[in-house]
């Protein structure tokens, strides 16, 4: 049974510092993963969709790594800001199931 | 292109009464998914659809929580009797092939059982 962990649960930064999430899973044979950003409240939006066969996918400020051998994924943020306090999920698509992780709550102090 | 669709965003019931949520997912999206989030935790998968058919429901309480999802669109989501410990977000998501291509969330409706 696929096991993905989130640590910290939680985090706080002061503004501008760069950051790294961190999801581990334990069955590296996945078809992707995923990160998703919730906003209290409110769905989750997806940041980046990382395939099997890729090591890691960009977007803006975001950047995401995969490392299947290991089990793990990071989620790193520059520049951090105070609107990218949010709590950040990941998950991991295998055998056709979804699991997700409990999340980090990550707070950017101005 | 428009997002998933969910109703109603909030619901309060006292426990053992009946609640159903509808959700609506992107057009074209074969594979539906119906998620459970309790706070402080992440989504767990209740039931997921192909189509109209189901794939998977071996997480879904099946003496209480029923789901259908009529001509393979939108979807209903039922919980009859309710229990204080089903007070959470049901999240519903759609892709258009079993997540390979990700997954899109609605807005999710945050249900308390009091």
């Known amino acids: 049974k696929q096991e993905v962990t989130q640590i910290p649960a939680a985090l706080s930064v002061p503004e501008g510092e760069n950051l790294v999430l961190n999801c581990s899973f334990t069955d590296s044979a996945i078809y992707n993963l995923q990160w998703f950003r919730q906003d209290p409240g409110k769905g989750l939006t997806s940041l980046l969709l990382?395939?099997?066969?890729?090591r890691e996918q960009t977007s803006g400020r975001l950047n995401a790594s995969l490392d299947k051998s290991s089990g793990r994924s990071t989620l790193y943020i520059a520049a951090s800001q105070p609107g990218d306090s949010a709590t950040y999920l990941c998950a991991v698509l295998a055998a056709g199931k979804s699991t997700f992780g409990d999340g980090t709550t990550l707070t950017v102090k101005p | 292109e428009a997002g998933v669709a969910q109703s109603p965003r909030y619901k309060i019931i006292e426990k053992r009464q009946s609640v159903a949520f509808w959700c609506n997912p992107i057009s074209g999206h074969a594979t539906l998914y119906w998620y459970q989030q309790i706070l402080g935790q992440g989504p767990k998968l209740l039931i997921q659809f192909q189509n109209n058919g189901v794939v998977d429901d071996s997480q879904l309480p099946k003496d209480r929580f029923s789901a259908e999802r009529l001509k393979g669109v939108d979807s209903t989501l039922k919980i009859q009797p309710a229990k204080l410990e089903d007070s959470a977000v049901y999240l519903c998501?759609?892709?258009?092939?079993?997540?390979?291509?990700?997954?899109?969330f609605g807005s999710g409706t945050r249900l308390t059982v009091v």
């Open positions: 998501a759609s892709s258009l092939v079993v997540g390979a291509d990700g997954y899109t």
């Open positions: 990382i395939q099997s066969s890729q």
